[in-house]
T-cell receptor, first 117, second 110 residues
């Protein structure tokens, strides 16, 4: 079974340009997460979806970041305009909630490494 | 105060050594606990869940101390392939939000 798929793997843009990331979660997973990970830090949540509803976007910088999860499956995260400080790895994760047995487990995609010049 | 705190290291240990990492969490309502492993330039992957009674998986032992609000990971007989960053992850008992520590960097030296 395919894992969480993200694209692109790498993106280099100039500041003030827009950029978009795409994520396809594991089939059947209803919860989808977008994280940002800076070098030497752990992932920090940007937004969490339960099906198509954004249930936690308190850490999403809404002046420039937006996300959507139409139909409750794949999701896109957009930054417009990008700033130098947005350079990071953007990770998507998914989970099945409630879990069929045991504990909630998140599965991560390989991430998109963004460099803003 | 951060939800989850870890010593970032780095820990440099020789092959065959035993190494332990600790992690503290701030919210006593936390319910689920995990250790994730992250290789350089790769995504985090679940290493093991942490159960209240402690649990072992081969050379890895995880323990939870709810009274002191800390979690530990013990690695015995370290292998070169254990070199990675180990992320402590905590989930509260409401909602599906996971909190990550900064990670502890481990390098196993030949």
């Amino acid at each position: 079974e395919a894992g969480v798929v993200q694209s692109p793997r790498y993106k280099i843009i100039e500041k003030k340009q827009p950029v978009a990331f795409w994520c396809n979660p594991i089939s059947g997973h209803n919860t989808l997460y977008w994280y940002r990970q800076n070098l030497g830090q752990g992932p920090e949540l940007l937004i969490r979806y339960e099906n198509e509803e954004a249930v936690d976007d308190s850490q999403l910088p809404k002046d420039r970041f937006s996300a959507e999860r139409l139909k409750g499956v794949d999701s896109t995260l957009k930054i417009q305009p990008a700033e130098l400080g947005d350079s990071a790895v953007y990770l998507c994760a998914s989970s099945l909630d409630p879990p069929p047995s045991g504990k909630n487990i998140q599965y991560f995609g390989a991430g998109t490494r963004l460099s803003v010049l | 105060r951060k939800e989850v705190e870890q010593d970032p290291g780095p820990f440099n240990v020789p092959e065959g050594a035993t190494v332990a990492f600790n992690c503290t969490y701030s919210n006593s309502a936390s319910q689920s606990f995990f250790w994730y492993r992250q290789d350089c330039r790769k995504e985090p992957k679940l290493l093991m869940s942490v159960y209240s009674s402690g649990n072992e998986d081969g050379r890895f032992t995880a323990q939870l101390n709810r009274a002191s609000q800390y979690i530990s990971l013990l690695i015995r007989d370290s292998k070169l392939s254990d070199s990675a960053t180990y992320l402590c992850v905590v989930k509260k008992n409401t909602g599906n939000q996971f909190y990550f520590g900064t990670g502890t960097s481990l390098t196993v030296i030949p």
